[in-house]
């Protein structure tokens, strides 16, 4: 596979830069969706951001931000994607797809592990099991993801985040039920 060219980003304006890559995280040339996950996750440790309330609002709040801003990025770039991004698809989502979704855009990355942690205990083992099942279903796209990321102007690049969000949630709860059973202390803590 050939070098993927420099990512060209001057016509975009520097606020969508900020948001769509999650304040230039998107910039990292490889794996950069595993790097926006770690973003979310570690913004999600800070006093009273995983705490529901906060949780929701800035996932809300962040969502329609990263809808326009993604939007922005991807009509000026296109489909722009590292070697590590054009890799994991052609193997876990057999080839791309009709909308453009580049890899500098992380922040649905960031909303989807929010969405992962959402009304989870937050510790170390929570975060880990929340981080992997996210990332896992972000790869895979099971249905309806891979679906979704079709819908254009921003909207497919947020919203196939937010159904793997929701897996890795449902799974992250299932998990620290059954570690909680196996452990005999409430919800694995």
Do not use: C
């Amino acid at each position: 596979m050939p070098d993927i060219p420099p990512i060209e980003t001057h016509d975009i304006p520097l606020v969508h830069k900020i948001i769509a890559t999650a304040g230039f995280v998107g910039y990292i040339p490889w794996a950069s969706g595993s790097f926006g996950s770690l973003v979310g996750l570690g913004l999600a440790f800070l006093p009273g951001v995983a705490a529901p309330g906060p949780l929701v609002l800035l996932v809300l709040f962040f969502f329609f931000l990263g809808v326009r801003s993604s939007k922005i990025v991807a009509a000026a770039i296109g489909h722009q994607l590292t070697r590590s991004a054009a890799l994991t698809k052609e193997k876990f989502q057999h080839g791309g797809h009709d909308v453009p979704d580049p890899s500098i855009v992380v922040i649905d990355e960031v909303v989807g592990m929010w969405i992962a942690l959402m009304f989870i205990p937050l510790h170390s083992v929570s975060a880990a099991i929340a981080f992997v099942a996210f990332r896992f279903f972000d790869i895979v796209k099971p249905p309806p993801a891979r679906q979704l990321e079709r819908i254009p102007n921003g909207w497919g690049i947020m919203v196939d985040d937010v159904v793997a969000g929701i897996y890795a949630n449902v799974t992250t709860h299932a998990a620290l039920f059954i570690i909680g059973i196996v452990s005999g202390t409430p919800y694995g803590l």
